[in-house]
């Protein structure tokens, strides 16, 4: 007989959080420009705004939190996250940052060259904001049903579009090719994974033309559970197994440990690539202090070496893509309309469907976020026509993207599922009454559209 299980954790720390009314959160709403990201985090009751750095760490990580070293150069810290990553990723060489962005921005550096394009599944804003400022050339070439939000019958909508690909490189040369970045798991259609038989195929068609193939890792040991479940010939292997693999198809890889690094902060760029190494060492040392801790205290890099190694635990994946499921689940049930399957970090539902009578130019999913904070208090974020706007260089029209959500994201080790059923409780109320809402007028942008979402400002129509 099985039995259910539970987290495969205990709790033995807690954090009281506020709760607030209704007309509070009005006034909240309306001081931060009705922009989640503005609002302060003791106002919020269910944070869902991301599940980067807000994980709990584990009694382990706090333990190896007390033994950092501080050492400016050759600290002991930096050695044992150094072996941590090469027993995870398999690459030999290793540079700290002190979070994700950072070993984006050195890899774009390095990879993203002015007029030359970066092909993705789907580029997320950090790298296209750095490829905006380098004058790149992004472009996503994610297969067709990645872009569909109710196609739960494919298992892999993050993979790359291998025809997509070879035609740009026909149309353009191999010469303005700069470099292939696979997300792994894709964020922007749901956290969605990618298989390891199409990693293995865009990098041997980027090898193919000497393109250098870069995975930004953020999720990686997600991505390798669905693999594990979900691909053929993987049932049996472990996730360290899945994990090497993966980066055995690549150059260089960049990792927000804020994510499946199971710390609050930190970040790692890893390459087979000696030259790439020498050149990340150089920007580390200008932007981010010297090579062996990267802008990183001693203690947060032994906080994630331990980290990378209960994020390949397999108890522990189990019970993550579940309580993503058991979200979606729910929220299925209520006819909520969501982006499926599920992923492995957040439930994304379909703003476009939810507020069908907003057009997306008056930003249905923000309006969402809006009502979801109004409602219940619950923060989440916006990946939409304001996250993922631009307009036309030549025209300066503005370009919709295909898919228009809120996400959900959900931090690891953090929340119940009791915590799960508030949300969808509150998402059931807004959605029985969600003719009642109008959509919102974007008042400020920053100069980077591709980075606006996080400054913007709205007002309600």
Request: charge should be negative; proline fraction near 3%.
């Amino acid at each position: 007989m099985k039995f259910l299980t539970a987290e495969p954790f205990r709790i033995k720390m807690v954090e009281k959080v506020k709760k607030t009314t209704i007309s509070e959160r009005q006034q909240i709403l309306k001081d931060a420009q009705f922009n989640a990201f503005r609002i302060k985090a003791e106002n919020v009751y269910i944070d869902c705004l991301t599940d980067s750095g807000t994980s709990a760490m584990s009694n382990e990580q706090w333990s190896a939190l007390m033994l950092g070293d501080e050492s400016y150069a050759g600290c002991k810290s930096f050695y044992k996250l150094e072996e941590s990553v090469k027993d995870v990723f398999g690459l030999p060489y290793v540079q700290p940052t002190h979070q994700g962005r950072a070993a984006d921005y050195i890899m774009a550096q390095i990879y993203a060259k002015q007029g030359k394009y970066a092909i993705g599944n789907m580029h997320f804003d950090t790298f296209r904001g750095n490829a905006e400022m380098l004058g790149a050339l992004p472009v996503d070439y994610v297969i067709d049903e990645g872009a569909k939000a109710n196609n739960e019958y494919h298992a892999f909508k993050g993979n790359i579009d291998l025809n997509k690909m070879q035609s740009l490189i026909d149309e353009k040369g191999k010469e303005n090719i700069s470099v292939v970045i696979i997300t792994i798991t894709c964020n922007n259609n749901g956290g969605q994974p990618v298989s390891m038989k199409n990693i293995r195929e865009v990098s041997a068609l980027a090898k193919k033309y000497d393109i250098p193939v870069v995975l930004d890792s953020a999720r990686l040991a997600e991505n390798a559970y669905f693999i594990q479940q979900r691909e053929e010939g993987y049932k049996d292997k472990s996730i360290k197994e899945i994990t090497r693999e993966m980066f055995s198809y690549c150059e260089t890889a960049t990792m927000s440990s804020k994510k499946d690094g199971l710390v609050n902060m930190g970040g790692v760029l890893a390459t087979r690539n000696k030259e790439v190494l020498e050149i990340a060492n150089q920007l580390a040392i200008v932007h981010e202090g010297f090579i062996t801790y990267g802008g990183m205290s001693g203690r947060d890099m032994e906080a994630l070496a331990v980290g990378l190694q209960e994020v390949c635990e397999e108890d522990y994946l189990e019970y993550r893509i579940n309580q993503v499921k058991y979200l979606g689940n729910r929220l299925k049930e209520a006819g909520i309309p969501i982006i499926q399957p599920t992923g492995g970090h957040g439930v994304y539902v379909d703003g476009r469907q939810f507020f069908p009578h907003i057009p997306q130019y008056e930003f249905p999913s923000q309006r969402l976020v809006v009502a979801l904070y109004e409602e219940a208090g619950v923060r989440a974020v916006e990946l939409g026509a304001c996250a993922f706007g631009s307009k036309d260089q030549t025209t300066g029209e503005p370009i919709w993207p295909e898919l228009e959500t809120m996400r959900i994201a959900i931090s690891r080790r953090v929340y119940t599922n009791s915590h799960m059923d508030v949300i969808v409780n509150a998402l059931s109320h807004i959605y029985s009454n969600r003719d009642q809402y109008r959509g919102m007028k974007l008042i400020y942008e920053g100069r980077i559209t591709s980075l606006r979402h996080f400054t913007a400002g709205f007002e309600l129509l």
